[in-house]
Protein backbone atom coordinates (compact mmCIF):
# COMPACT_ATOMS: atom_id res chain seq x y z
CA UNK A 1 0.00 0.00 0.00
CA UNK A 2 1.07 3.37 -0.63
CA UNK A 3 3.07 4.60 2.35
CA UNK A 4 1.92 8.18 1.36
CA UNK A 5 -1.93 7.11 2.78
CA UNK A 6 -0.20 5.93 6.12
CA UNK A 7 1.31 9.16 6.34
CA UNK A 8 -1.57 11.10 5.97
CA UNK A 9 -3.48 9.01 8.40
CA UNK A 10 -0.66 9.55 11.14
CA UNK A 11 0.03 13.65 10.89
CA UNK A 12 -1.03 13.71 14.68
CA UNK A 13 0.93 10.41 16.03
CA UNK A 14 4.14 11.76 14.33
CA UNK A 15 4.57 14.09 16.73
CA UNK A 16 4.44 11.50 19.29
CA UNK A 17 6.90 8.80 17.90
CA UNK A 18 8.77 8.95 14.76
CA UNK A 19 10.60 6.27 12.47
CA UNK A 20 11.78 5.14 9.18
CA UNK A 21 12.63 1.77 8.29
CA UNK A 22 16.00 0.94 8.78
CA UNK A 23 16.55 -2.83 9.53
CA UNK A 24 13.73 -5.16 9.43
CA UNK A 25 13.79 -9.01 10.95
CA UNK A 26 11.03 -11.24 9.48
CA UNK A 27 8.10 -12.37 11.88
CA UNK A 28 5.12 -14.86 10.80
CA UNK A 29 3.04 -14.86 7.91
CA UNK A 30 1.88 -13.16 6.60
CA UNK A 31 4.51 -10.65 5.47
CA UNK A 32 3.41 -7.15 5.01
CA UNK A 33 5.48 -4.62 3.88
CA UNK A 34 6.41 -2.05 6.44
CA UNK A 35 6.98 1.27 4.79
CA UNK A 36 7.49 3.95 7.72
CA UNK A 37 8.34 7.34 6.65
CA UNK A 38 10.16 9.71 8.88
CA UNK A 39 7.74 11.10 11.46
CA UNK A 40 5.11 8.04 11.13
CA UNK A 41 4.96 4.62 12.92
CA UNK A 42 5.70 1.62 11.15
CA UNK A 43 2.22 0.46 10.22
CA UNK A 44 1.94 -2.54 7.82
CA UNK A 45 1.26 -2.55 4.14
CA UNK A 46 -0.07 -4.66 1.43
CA UNK A 47 0.66 -4.64 -2.33
CA UNK A 48 -2.27 -6.89 -3.40
CA UNK A 49 -6.13 -6.31 -2.15
CA UNK A 50 -9.02 -4.65 -2.86
CA UNK A 51 -9.14 -2.41 0.55
CA UNK A 52 -7.74 -2.01 3.93
CA UNK A 53 -8.58 -0.37 7.29
CA UNK A 54 -6.25 0.32 9.78
CA UNK A 55 -6.95 1.48 14.03
CA UNK A 56 -4.05 2.72 15.48
CA UNK A 57 -3.71 3.71 18.83
CA UNK A 58 -0.29 5.26 20.01
CA UNK A 59 0.41 5.65 23.72
CA UNK A 60 2.81 8.14 24.04
CA UNK A 61 5.43 8.46 27.54
CA UNK A 62 6.96 11.38 28.44
CA UNK A 63 8.84 12.56 32.01
CA UNK A 64 9.35 15.71 33.46
CA UNK A 65 10.82 16.22 36.50
CA UNK A 66 10.79 12.58 37.70
CA UNK A 67 6.94 12.08 36.79
CA UNK A 68 5.32 9.86 33.75
CA UNK A 69 2.50 10.93 31.98
CA UNK A 70 1.19 8.69 29.25
CA UNK A 71 -1.26 9.99 26.35
CA UNK A 72 -3.29 7.85 24.01
CA UNK A 73 -4.33 9.21 20.41
CA UNK A 74 -6.57 6.49 18.58
CA UNK A 75 -6.62 7.41 14.62
CA UNK A 76 -7.73 5.59 11.45
CA UNK A 77 -7.58 5.21 7.55
CA UNK A 78 -9.10 3.18 4.95
CA UNK A 79 -9.20 2.81 1.35
CA UNK A 80 -10.94 0.99 -0.88
CA UNK A 81 -9.88 -0.04 -4.66
CA UNK A 82 -6.37 -1.67 -6.27
CA UNK A 83 -3.97 -1.14 -3.35
CA UNK A 84 -1.31 -2.76 -6.05
CA UNK A 85 -1.56 0.25 -8.23
CA UNK A 86 -3.18 2.98 -5.69
CA UNK A 87 -6.08 3.37 -7.24
CA UNK A 88 -8.71 4.27 -4.81
CA UNK A 89 -12.52 4.86 -4.99
CA UNK A 90 -15.20 6.84 -3.48
CA UNK A 91 -16.65 4.81 -0.33
CA UNK A 92 -18.78 7.05 0.93
CA UNK A 93 -18.74 7.73 4.18
CA UNK A 94 -16.54 5.46 6.59
CA UNK A 95 -16.79 5.87 10.75
CA UNK A 96 -14.24 4.14 13.13
CA UNK A 97 -16.61 3.03 16.29
CA UNK A 98 -18.85 6.27 15.46
CA UNK A 99 -16.39 8.70 14.05
CA UNK A 100 -16.68 9.94 10.70
CA UNK A 101 -13.22 9.93 8.86
CA UNK A 102 -12.61 12.47 6.23
CA UNK A 103 -12.23 11.98 2.51
CA UNK A 104 -8.95 12.85 1.10
CA UNK A 105 -8.20 13.71 -2.38
CA UNK A 106 -7.16 10.23 -3.67
CA UNK A 107 -10.08 8.87 -2.31
CA UNK A 108 -8.50 7.83 1.16
CA UNK A 109 -10.32 8.20 4.30
CA UNK A 110 -8.21 9.29 7.82
CA UNK A 111 -9.29 10.45 11.51
CA UNK A 112 -6.95 13.41 12.74
CA UNK A 113 -7.85 14.49 16.17
CA UNK A 114 -8.83 18.06 16.37
CA UNK A 115 -10.15 20.23 19.10
CA UNK A 116 -13.19 18.53 19.53
CA UNK A 117 -11.38 15.13 19.61
CA UNK A 118 -8.02 16.07 21.28
CA UNK A 119 -7.11 12.74 22.03
CA UNK A 120 -8.59 10.74 19.16
CA UNK A 121 -10.84 7.86 18.56
CA UNK A 122 -11.80 5.69 21.77
CA UNK A 123 -10.08 2.62 20.50
CA UNK A 124 -9.44 1.25 24.41
CA UNK A 125 -12.85 -1.35 23.50
CA UNK A 126 -14.20 -2.76 20.49
CA UNK A 127 -12.95 -1.84 16.97
CA UNK A 128 -16.22 -1.29 14.32
CA UNK A 129 -15.77 -0.09 10.56
CA UNK A 130 -18.76 0.82 9.11
CA UNK A 131 -18.28 1.75 5.10
CA UNK A 132 -21.04 2.44 2.63
CA UNK A 133 -20.14 2.07 -0.42
CA UNK A 134 -19.12 -0.67 -1.06
CA UNK A 135 -21.36 -1.89 1.90
CA UNK A 136 -18.80 -3.32 4.73
CA UNK A 137 -19.37 -3.46 8.10
CA UNK A 138 -16.68 -5.08 10.54
CA UNK A 139 -17.28 -5.46 14.72
CA UNK A 140 -13.61 -7.51 15.91
CA UNK A 141 -16.08 -8.46 19.01
CA UNK A 142 -18.28 -10.61 16.62
CA UNK A 143 -16.46 -11.00 13.55
CA UNK A 144 -14.78 -14.09 12.87
CA UNK A 145 -11.44 -14.36 14.46
CA UNK A 146 -11.57 -10.44 15.19
CA UNK A 147 -9.21 -9.90 17.97
CA UNK A 148 -9.50 -6.06 18.49
CA UNK A 149 -6.95 -3.61 19.71
CA UNK A 150 -3.64 -5.61 20.74
CA UNK A 151 -3.07 -5.17 24.29
CA UNK A 152 0.60 -5.20 26.04
CA UNK A 153 1.88 -3.71 29.11
CA UNK A 154 4.36 -0.30 29.75
CA UNK A 155 7.81 -0.14 27.73
CA UNK A 156 9.98 -1.23 30.52
CA UNK A 157 12.29 0.95 32.80
CA UNK A 158 12.17 4.82 33.65
CA UNK A 159 15.27 5.71 31.21
CA UNK A 160 15.28 9.30 29.54
CA UNK A 161 18.16 8.67 27.40
CA UNK A 162 19.61 5.91 24.86
CA UNK A 163 24.02 5.92 24.70
CA UNK A 164 24.05 4.59 20.96
CA UNK A 165 28.22 3.47 21.82
CA UNK A 166 26.65 0.33 24.02
CA UNK A 167 24.06 -2.17 23.03
CA UNK A 168 20.90 -1.11 24.06
CA UNK A 169 17.66 -3.49 24.80
CA UNK A 170 13.79 -2.34 24.37
CA UNK A 171 11.57 -4.13 26.30
CA UNK A 172 8.08 -3.99 27.65
CA UNK A 173 6.56 -4.98 31.06
CA UNK A 174 4.56 -8.24 31.45
CA UNK A 175 2.57 -9.53 28.26
CA UNK A 176 1.97 -8.98 24.58
CA UNK A 177 -1.51 -10.67 23.80
CA UNK A 178 -3.78 -10.51 20.70
CA UNK A 179 -0.73 -9.55 18.21
CA UNK A 180 0.70 -11.56 14.97
CA UNK A 181 3.81 -9.56 14.70
CA UNK A 182 5.46 -6.63 16.90
CA UNK A 183 7.64 -3.50 15.61
CA UNK A 184 10.50 -2.41 17.86
CA UNK A 185 11.75 0.70 17.19
CA UNK A 186 14.81 3.44 17.59
CA UNK A 187 14.45 6.89 15.89
CA UNK A 188 17.10 9.51 16.40
CA UNK A 189 17.84 12.28 14.11
CA UNK A 190 19.82 10.74 11.46
CA UNK A 191 17.74 7.54 11.00
CA UNK A 192 15.85 5.22 12.41
CA UNK A 193 15.60 1.31 13.06
CA UNK A 194 12.86 -1.15 12.71
CA UNK A 195 12.92 -4.66 14.09
CA UNK A 196 9.72 -6.77 13.20
CA UNK A 197 9.80 -10.06 15.19
CA UNK A 198 7.06 -12.56 16.09
CA UNK A 199 3.88 -12.65 18.07
CA UNK A 200 4.29 -11.63 21.78
CA UNK A 201 7.81 -10.79 21.99
CA UNK A 202 8.19 -8.58 24.41
CA UNK A 203 12.39 -7.96 24.41
CA UNK A 204 14.72 -7.08 21.65
CA UNK A 205 18.72 -5.77 21.89
CA UNK A 206 20.08 -2.91 19.43
CA UNK A 207 24.02 -3.64 19.04
CA UNK A 208 25.77 -0.45 19.61
CA UNK A 209 26.99 -1.58 15.93
CA UNK A 210 23.13 -1.36 14.88
CA UNK A 211 22.60 1.85 16.65
CA UNK A 212 25.58 3.52 15.10
CA UNK A 213 24.83 6.38 12.62
CA UNK A 214 21.40 6.56 14.58
CA UNK A 215 22.33 10.98 15.28
CA UNK A 216 21.77 12.11 18.77
CA UNK A 217 19.39 14.02 19.28
CA UNK A 218 17.14 15.62 22.46
CA UNK A 219 13.74 14.11 20.01
CA UNK A 220 13.99 10.94 19.59
CA UNK A 221 12.10 8.00 20.55
CA UNK A 222 11.55 4.13 21.44
CA UNK A 223 8.62 2.46 20.37
CA UNK A 224 7.41 -1.06 20.77
CA UNK A 225 4.44 -1.70 18.71
CA UNK A 226 2.09 -5.23 18.58
CA UNK A 227 -0.04 -5.54 15.80
CA UNK A 228 -2.59 -7.85 14.35
CA UNK A 229 -3.85 -8.54 10.71
CA UNK A 230 -6.71 -10.33 9.03
CA UNK A 231 -8.71 -10.94 5.83
CA UNK A 232 -12.19 -10.39 5.02
CA UNK A 233 -13.94 -10.89 2.15
CA UNK A 234 -16.43 -8.79 0.82
CA UNK A 235 -18.25 -10.25 -2.24
CA UNK A 236 -15.26 -11.57 -3.50
CA UNK A 237 -12.94 -9.14 -2.84
CA UNK A 238 -10.26 -9.19 -0.40
CA UNK A 239 -10.23 -6.56 2.63
CA UNK A 240 -7.18 -6.18 5.39
CA UNK A 241 -8.03 -5.32 8.91
CA UNK A 242 -5.29 -4.40 10.77
CA UNK A 243 -5.07 -3.11 14.37
CA UNK A 244 -1.59 -1.68 15.60
CA UNK A 245 -0.94 -0.33 19.32
CA UNK A 246 2.13 1.43 19.63
CA UNK A 247 3.98 2.33 22.75
CA UNK A 248 6.01 5.63 22.17
CA UNK A 249 8.59 7.03 25.01
CA UNK A 250 10.38 10.60 24.04
CA UNK A 251 13.91 9.97 25.08
CA UNK A 252 17.12 11.61 24.06
CA UNK A 253 19.85 10.26 21.68
CA UNK A 254 23.33 10.71 22.84
Known amino acids: MNKQIFALAFVAASTLAACSKDEATPGPSPTP ?3 PTPSSTATPSYGSGDGAVVALLTRTTTSSFGVEVDMDLGTGVAVFGNLATGAYTDAGKITLNGT ?3 KQANNSY ?18 KWVVTTPSFTYDASSAA ?7 AGKIDGSYTFVDISKDFTLSVSGTITKSDSVYFQINGASKSILKRMAAGTTSVTFTASELAG ?3 TAGGSVTVAPWNHEEQSLGGKKIHVINELALSRTVEIK
Do not use: N
Not at 145 to 151: A, D, E, L, Q, V
Open 145 to 151: GGRGMPK
Open 33 to 35: DPK
Open 100 to 102: ELA
Open 110 to 127: VFIPGVSKPTGIDLGSDI
Open 214 to 216: LGK
